[in-house]
């Protein structure tokens, strides 16, 4: 007789239960049906030719025939223990929102280069934030996704993702999102400071616990997810100075800026999946899409003094004032067109205006960086754990003395923007 493995029937059992079950789980059946799909897939039908020559009970003298059928046993439970592990693995990227995670990472991995000043940049110190970041951003996601099961199930956007679907369990999810926040918390505690690790865990907390159920009370979530985004930077600043200083505020509030136009572009979008969904967004209030447009465009006007005060501030060099600019009002552009036509194709172009201006304008950030140490921090940790720190600090030199922060704002032509300097210090 052919001896079947242990997973096939386990997954046997749960098929017989779930199709005889007058009202079946619809949390278990796809589990099922994937652990069938394996097995059948590890376990070929056979023949009854073939069954005859692999039969160990007809005669036992032969060693090959118990060899072979001890082979294929063995090549059918790792081929479903495969299939069951890329199964989970697909589940755990689904819940994590994987290249969602990976642009929170790349902005935390921009502020640590940019906290490191004149130092050498730690890559050990870049490894252990961004694999943090990416933890605790997994984490989030996959809170967010357990609380707004039933929403995604309603919406053609989310209706396929693990919960929904029934791919994964929710106790399995909760799981896996715990052990993935701790563990980039701990980590970032460990190998960088407690600054970075409060900061990270505090993002956690207002992403899943404050946005995530403000999604279905107010509009005004897309500004608390903004402040969410926003703070990854600052995140990877922190852990590679120990301090949040006025330079560090740069990219953050670039971030903030930049996320409501790519989000007002996103909701009018998908307007009706999020309507579907119960979601309070603006866009479901603007019909013509007038208004979120032209909340898109004042926040589009918001970053253009951004290049000018990284100048300012002796973050960058003065080219990146121009290619920020017209950066900025390149996407301010589209969403003026935007404003004026109201289409979705118009507003198609603004979200795609908005995917090519974070990456072009962190690049232009690592390339135009200056170094200056001479600033003062706003918030400061006492004692780093990382004693690399303490050693390359005092090898940072300065190029340019760094102004007040809101020294020139009486002399400026307009509050934004840096007066121009008539004297040298």
């Known amino acids: 007789m052919w001896r079947r493995s242990a997973v096939s029937r386990f997954s046997s059992r749960i098929s017989l239960s779930s199709s005889s079950s007058s009202s079946p789980n619809p949390r278990l059946i796809p589990w099922s049906r994937e652990l069938c799909a394996v097995n059948s897939f590890s376990q070929p039908p056979i023949s009854s030719e073939s069954a005859a020559k692999l039969a160990i009970s007809g005669d036992v003298s032969n060693p090959n025939r118990v060899l072979t059928s001890g082979a294929v046993a063995a090549t059918s439970r790792i081929a479903a223990a495969a299939g069951l592990g890329h199964h989970y693995a697909r589940c755990y990227w689904e819940l994590s929102k994987a290249r969602l995670s990976m642009l929170v990472v ?19 110190g870049l490894c252990y934030t961004c694999a943090g970041t990416m933890m605790v951003s997994a984490s989030a ?5 357990i609380f707004e099961i039933s929403n995604d199930a309603k919406m053609k ?18 799981a896996w999102a715990t052990i993935a926040g701790t563990s980039g918390a701990c ?6 400071n407690m600054m970075a690790a409060g ?22 979530n897309t500004w608390v997810g903004a402040v969410v985004g926003a703070i990854p930077p600052l995140l990877g600043w922190a852990a590679a100075s120990g301090e949040i200083s006025w330079n560090s505020m740069i990219l953050p509030a670039a ?15 998908c307007r009706n999946d999020y309507a579907a969904g119960g979601y309070k967004m603006l866009s479901l209030f603007d019909p013509t899409g007038k208004r979120i447009a032209a909340v898109a465009l004042r926040n589009c006007f918001y970053m253009v003094p951004l290049g000018f005060i990284a100048y300012d501030w002796g973050l960058t060099s003065s080219w990146f004032c121009l290619e920020s600019t017209l950066l900025t009002m390149g996407i301010a552009a589209t ?3 935007f404003y004026r036509h109201g289409t979705m194709e118009k507003a198609r172009k603004m979200f795609h205006a908005s995917l090519l201006f974070l990456p072009v304008f962190m690049s232009g950030l690592l390339i135009h960086r200056v170094y200056d140490d001479n600033q003062q921090p706003l918030l400061e940790v006492a004692s780093l754990p990382n004693s690399a720190l303490d050693e390359v600090k005092p090898q940072r030199r300065k190029k340019r003395a760094a102004q007040a922060p809101v020294a020139y704002a009486s002399a400026a032509p307009f509050p934004f923007l840096p007066a121009p300097s008539f004297y040298s210090p």
């Open 199 to 220: 900061l990270a865990s505090a993002n956690l907390v207002l992403y899943a616990f404050v946005y995530t159920p403000l999604k279905q009370i107010h509009p005004i």
């Open 255 to 269: 971030l903030y800026f930049w996320q409501i136009p790519h989000f007002m572009a996103l909701a009018h979008l």
């Open 106 to 124: 790349a902005t935390s991995g921009t502020g640590y280069i940019l906290g490191t000043g004149n130092a050498a940049v730690d890559l050990a």
């Open 141 to 145: 996601n996959s809170l967010n996704q």
């Open 335 to 337: 969403a003026f067109s």
């Open 187 to 192: 980590l970032l505690a460990s190998k960088t």
């Open 157 to 174: 956007r989310t209706m396929k993702r693990p919960l929904p679907s029934g791919r994964i369990s929710v106790p399995h999810a909760v």
